[in-house]
């Protein structure tokens, strides 16, 4: 009886907090994605991967992007933007520059757009070493929250060189 007692108070709690945590829900707020383009090429031609998420926050003065997206549940791509240079002011728009961020081993500068792959391996996936990277953004439309721009990256054991783009994939701006 006990157990029952306490999952029964389990599982009301967490009812709780994920009603509570959804409080602020606006589904006129969430976006319709459809338009939404992410590929991956490399030497043998060109893959479309599906959009996982793609979410940006805002720590201090920084703003982090972060796009996921897969390939037949084999492939991951990971593109990581950290973009700074705001004020207070600035950190409430859900914008980023336009250009390049760049990622390098080499050059402790440049740390601000990595991209990450990761392969399948059994039930979990592998990220790859990147040693150098970078994510170009060519636009950013702050009404519908869409992005489009391109990246590349090359990987360390294996020693991997692939490319790709995205455009109008919309993201998630968590305040």
């Known amino acids: 009886m ?9 599982a009301i709690g967490c009812s709780v ?6 409080s602020d829900y606006d589904p006129a707020a969430l976006l319709n994605c459809e338009k939404a383009a992410f590929n991956l090429a490399d ?11 793609a979410n940006m926050l805002r720590n201090q003065n920084l703003k982090l992007l972060s796009i996921e997206a897969y390939f037949k549940d084999s492939v991951r791509v990971v593109l990581n933007v ?13 914008s980023l520059h336009t250009g390049s961020y760049l990622f390098s081993t080499r050059q402790v500068n440049a740390s601000s757009g990595k ?6 391996n059994g039930k979990d996936y592998k990220f790859l070493t990147t ?29 991997m060189k ?14």
């Open 2 to 10: 006990r157990k029952i007692l306490l999952k029964l108070f389990t």
């Open 17 to 22: 907090l994920l009603f509570s945590a959804c």
């Open 43 to 53: 030497s043998n031609g060109v893959n479309s991967l599906k959009l996982l998420s």
């Open 82 to 94: 950290a973009d700074a240079g705001y004020n207070s002011a600035g950190l409430q728009h859900d």
């Open 115 to 120: 991209v990450v792959l990761g392969v399948k």
């Open 131 to 159: 040693d150098t990277s970078s994510i170009t953004i060519f636009e950013v439309d702050v009404i519908n929250r869409t992005i489009s721009g391109s990246y590349y990256v090359e990987t360390v054991n294996p020693a």
């Open 162 to 175: 692939m490319h790709g783009g995205f455009s109008k994939v919309c993201f998630l701006s968590i305040q």
